[in-house]
């Protein structure tokens, strides 16, 4: 049974930093790209960040890069480290999988979805 749990999210001001983390289990972790979507209320579910399954190669939306980093180890696990955090952040934020690097961007061709976690920025 595939399992990604995300932890790390919470409350923060406006300009401060979280790190969010999905551990995976039930897979073969390697062989998965990896991703990063969030929804805020009222909104659609959008992308945000994903890293191939070799972490070599990575994506990020227009609206975080070069405020969010992704990155992955060797403990099944990928981290999002989010800076300079704005109220617009705000949201829920899912992990997931996919096997093929392609169209990492559509949320439809993700595998395996966690159950999210609640980041919340306060202005």
């Known amino acids: 049974q595939v399992q990604l749990v995300e932890s790390g999210g919470g409350l923060v001001q406006t300009g401060g930093s979280l790190r969010l983390s999905c551990a995976a289990s039930?897979?073969?972790?390697?062989?998965?790209?990896m991703g990063w979507f969030r929804q805020a209320p009222g909104k659609e579910r959008e992308f945000v960040t994903a890293?191939?399954?070799?972490?070599?190669?990575t994506a990020y939306s227009d609206s975080v890069k070069g405020r969010f980093t992704i990155s992955r180890d060797n403990a099944n696990t990928v981290h999002l480290q989010m800076n300079s955090l704005k109220p617009e952040d705000t949201a829920v934020y899912y992990c997931?999988?996919?096997?093929?690097?392609?169209?990492?961007?559509?949320?439809?061709?993700?595998?395996?979805w966690g159950q999210g976690t609640q980041v919340t920025v306060s202005s």
């Open positions: 997931a999988a996919k096997q093929f690097w392609r169209d990492y961007g559509n949320s439809h061709l993700y595998d395996y």
């Open positions: 039930g897979l073969t972790f390697s062989n998965f790209a």
């Open positions: 890293i191939t399954w070799s972490g070599s190669n």
